[in-house]
């Protein structure tokens, strides 16, 4: 991963993903702060995987973080370009964005390119952003050659942010299943993200920043050591887990062809 990409995940983790206090930061070993980095290193893998030379859409790409996993791949970029950074102020919001660099300005739903244009699309933590997300995934499969390759990531549940261009809470592995068999995939790779115990633990280190900005009350000392030993808690559990992700988790990584 380069260092701008690292530099770009981290801004983004620490705005969105988790507001640890650095009095929790040891807190528990890493429970509750991989959200970012187990999606990534997934990413990383799944496109290291793609044939050189072949042509990838990255729909949503946003401020095109994940350009530099794409460097082996004919790259175009999407997004609707119209998020600031500021949004409506509400929920989490990265204050700054930049969207610049985009190869194709347009509606996610109506992308003004010829059928079977691409052999690759890849779609990261966009659908909670869409009001009609299964006309957009039409609309990708519009745009995939048949045989080629959906790759997809969303949140199983995720907090507000983006707002107001936020409509859905996340999406469980029966939306996949049900929708990319609809759409005519094979899902070759579904990958959960996290667990019930690493997404409780990333609340709870996120709970003195929500503190800070909805009731301003401060946490004490006694308060702070009680939130530790919750973490330490958490981090036990997540070592021992067996299946709690089917419950709850940061989210779900896809990998479908196209039949």
Known sequence: MTNALTHLARRVQRRLLSQPSPDLAQAGGTVGTRNLSTREAWLKTTLAAIPAGLRILDAGAGELQYKPLCAHLQYTSQDFGQYDGQGDTSGLQVGQWDNSRLDIVSDIT???APDQSF?????VEVLEHLPDPIRALRELT???VPGGVLIVTAPFCSLTHFSP???HTGYSRYFYEYWLAELHYTIEDMQWNGSYFEYVAQEVRRIEWV???????????HEQSALATTLNMLNRMAQADHGSEQFL???????????
């Open 119 to 123: 052999d690759v699309i890849l779609c």
């Open 165 to 167: 261009y936020f409509y």
């Open 211 to 221: 503190d800070s900005q909805y009731a301003k009350t401060g946490i004490t000392a």
């Open 142 to 144: 519009r745009l995939l």
């Open 110 to 112: 109506n992308i003004p």
């Open 249 to 259: 988790s940061y989210g779900l990584h896809v990998k479908a062809r196209k039949q």
